[in-house]
């Protein structure tokens, strides 16, 4: 049996680990693209136990010869790549709560190399090994891109950038038979817990306007769904955003 | 509209053709890639007095269309990230500087979807920017400023690339025709609530 190959940013926790463990769970060959070795190597060591094939690559999304290194890394082990996922989000995105007046050069350019540029470096680098396999690219997006935040307003741009990239992908890639999608995902993430610490209210906000009641759990309700969008089963869904958020953003 | 209304753009002649035909004065900006200029900008903008409307156009070059795969970093970087930065820097002045009660209105060069393709880097700043002003709707609505977006492709797009057509002809638009109309309806009290709207200016392309 030939594994589906697959590449995920960021995924070292969160809910890319959630991805990578839900795509294990299929048995996908799963590349763990991030930046801290030993959290990579335990979430791969996880994908592996749930019976898929696990594997740590280095990555700073930022960087063009890192990510295009992933890249070729994960297609010389596997010889394809059925899907790429860009997860990765700036570290700062739950570090600052501000109006857009108060944001720095540093702290804006830092949200667009993370998330923007990591998406386009993705994008390009796996193109052709998506070509070749038909695959899918993901990107990570949020609620914030459609609705805007009054203090993450920098986050909600390149949220929204990144789905605005996404589609024209979608238009460029259908041809060739890549798809490309988005996932706005709402989960029990160390980033959300760290918003939440630094927000008193926020957490109310955010529950108070969920019909679900409750947060994804990133494997269960983001990983599965995600692993939906990468797979033949999605084989007609492109330039979509799911929102998997429980029904709190209902825009689409 | 009542009050001054002022327009932050690039310091040329449509510019100025732009801001005249809106009754603004223009507080010019810098050219996106010019990182320090944008900081002189910024700082300088505390001297500037506040105006009831705030207009925000800043033009996309003018590119052939160009597939991702093909698209170097530095065009990357040209044509999709040094514009947003340039918005968020842009836009986070333009707020401080908009009056209690006034309108701010950001006019972005965006592809419909249906005509994106090639011109990623374009939608990207473009669905970015819709974000950023929708933040400013929400963070600026206390003090009752209303934000909101106009998109055209005037500037990206000659014609429809694909079928099928728009509904409305004269596709792509032209600034005269579409946008300071839309522009002026957002700027003016007919509009008193309608804050966080992206209104394509597009003859129907996208909605």
Known sequence: MVRPAVLITGASGGVGRGIALACGEAGWSVWIAARRPAEGEAVAAEVTALGGAGHFVACDVAEETSVAGAVAAAVAADGRLDGAVHNATSEMSAAKHAPLADFTLEEMRHHVAVSLRGSYLL?????????ASRGALLLLTSEAGF?????????????????????ALAREWGPDGVRVNCIAPLATTPALAEAFARDATMKARVMGRNPMGRLGDPLADIGRAARFLLSPESAYVTGHTLMADGGSCPVT | MSGTTIVIGPDDGDSQRFASALGARLVPAPAFADEEGWRAWRDALVSEPKASGVVVSLPAAKHEPAAISTLALEGWMARGEA?????????????PLCADGGAIVAVVDGPPPLDSAGLAPEAAVAEGVVALVRSLALS???????????????????GPPIAPDPPLAGFPGTIEEDVLAAVRLLLSADAAYLSGHCLPADRGRSW
């Open chain 1, 123 to 131: 994008a390009r680098a796996a193109y052709p090994h998506l070509k």
């Open chain 1, 147 to 167: 609705e805007g935040k009054a203090r993450l307003p920098v986050y909600a741009a390149v949220k929204a950038a990144q789905r605005g990239l996404g589609r």
């Open chain 2, 83 to 95: 514009p947003l930065l340039g918005w968020m820097t842009a836009l986070g002045g333009a707020a």
């Open chain 2, 140 to 158: 600026e609505g206390r003090r009752g400023v209303r934000a909101n977006t106009v998109t055209t492709p005037s500037r990206l797009l000659s």
